[in-house]
């Protein structure tokens, strides 16, 4: 982590062992907010500072823009969240643009990047994105120009923050809408289960039909948000 605080995340998105930036790919508008919280959580009690998120890639490392991931994980306010990305009651991917379609992302403003004011219009874009999964889980957004494959990481983060909501309305009395959010969690939980190797790897994303790997396997990211997922599921003591 100390390392990680020491890059300047403005100058690129990956950097060497020295801390010199690689050249290739430009710096992401989600990546201080990613560090700040790594930080927070192995106890270094570092804040998040102002991170400008317009007019940068995220974490779909395609051309840049202004996008709901950046924006959420920037800490940037509910309020000004909602007057750029909601539409219709959910929240699109790119700010203004109705037909940039519902992003996975929206779940990082349940975890690990809270925003309580918006947990109703995450719920619901989340809830939405479930229903759409196919067999192996969840494309990173609704209109990924990327392929059919599905993600492994977006599929574990979407988990990870319906189980994040069904907490919340339990705690908030509200049983009907955390039965559904858990459901919706775990059915896609199953999906990830379906896309591991036998030996219960997962791949950075699967082939639609078949589920058999694609790309980088194993990847840490889709292993740690499958982790934090079944630990909102159930919650207990952690064991070392």
């Not at 020295?18 to 009690?45: F, I, K, M, S, Y």
């Not at 969840?138 to 990924?144: F, I, R």
């Not at 982790?227 to 599921?233: H, Y």
Request: charged share 25%; aromatic share 8%; hydrophobic share 45%.
């Amino acid at each position: 982590m100390r390392f990680l605080l020491r890059l300047d995340p403005n100058a690129a998105a990956r950097f060497y062992t020295d801390g010199e930036p690689v050249a290739g790919r430009e710096a992401q508008g989600d990546a201080a907010g990613w560090v700040a919280a790594a930080a927070r959580t192995v106890g270094l009690g570092v804040r998040a500072e102002p991170f400008e998120w317009r007019g940068r890639a995220d974490y779909q490392e395609k051309e840049a823009g202004d996008y709901l991931a950046n924006a959420i994980a920037s800490g940037e306010s509910p309020v000004r969240i909602r007057e750029a990305f909601a539409r219709r009651g959910v929240l699109v991917r790119e700010a203004g643009d109705e037909s940039s379609g519902l992003d996975t992302a929206a779940a990082w403003a349940v975890r690990p990047f809270p925003r309580p004011a918006l947990f109703p219009i995450a719920q619901r874009t989340l809830l939405t994105l479930a229903t759409r999964s196919g067999r192996f889980g969840l494309l990173p957004s609704e209109n990924w120009d990327g392929g059919e494959d599905p993600w492994t990481a977006p599929t574990a983060w979407t988990a990870w923050g319906l189980a994040g909501l069904a907490r919340s309305d339990r705690r908030n009395g509200r049983p009907a809408p955390a039965w559904r959010e858990r459901r919706a969690a775990l059915r896609l939980m199953a999906t990830l289960r379906r896309a591991a190797t036998p030996c219960g790897l997962l791949p950075e994303r699967v082939d639609a039909e078949t589920g058999a790997p694609r790309s980088t396997t194993p990847l840490a990211w889709s292993h740690a948000f499958a982790v934090l997922a079944l630990r909102e599921l159930w919650p207990g003591p952690a064991v070392s």
